[in-house]
């Protein structure tokens, strides 16, 4: 989609430091990080947030977990991380692009705001 903002990042159209790539999906930190490591993991396929998931999606989102637990090793989350993705209004989704934030190096309360 033209004006979605993750869809230039994962363009190339905002250049953007990868933290993890490839063809079907790109993580970056996020800009106003809510912890000491804060990344988001996005397909490169617009999707404007969990409620588009279709059958034919299942492998990219299935790939998408292997590959979070990769990157979250990769950064160093050995004691743990958290997995959040937002949907809609009551959960404040803020960029209309499907997106799993990757949170970690601190304790994380529970239950979330
Ligand atoms: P949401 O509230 O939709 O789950 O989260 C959107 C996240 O995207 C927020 O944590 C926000 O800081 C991050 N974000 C919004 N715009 C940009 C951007 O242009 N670049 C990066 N790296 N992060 C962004
Ligand atoms: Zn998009």
């Known amino acids: 989609m033209s004006d979605c903002i993750f869809c230039m990042i994962g363009d190339h159209e905002i250049p953007t430091k990868a933290v993890y ?21 996005i397909p490169k396929k617009h999707l404007a947030s969990l409620d588009e998931a279709r059958e034919e999606d299942k492998e990219l989102l299935g790939h998408i977990m292997v590959k979070i637990h990769e990157i979250a090793a990769d950064l160093g ?26 949170l ?6 529970w239950p979330p705001g």
């Open 21 to 41: 790539e490839d063809e079907q999906i790109i993580c970056f930190h996020d800009l106003e990080p809510q912890a000491p490591v804060h990344v988001l993991v």
């Open 104 to 109: 970690g190096k601190r304790k994380l309360t």
């Open 77 to 102: 989350l050995d004691n743990g991380y958290r997995v959040v993705i937002n949907t809609g209004e009551d959960a404040f989704q803020t960029v209309k692009h499907l997106h799993f934030h990757i």
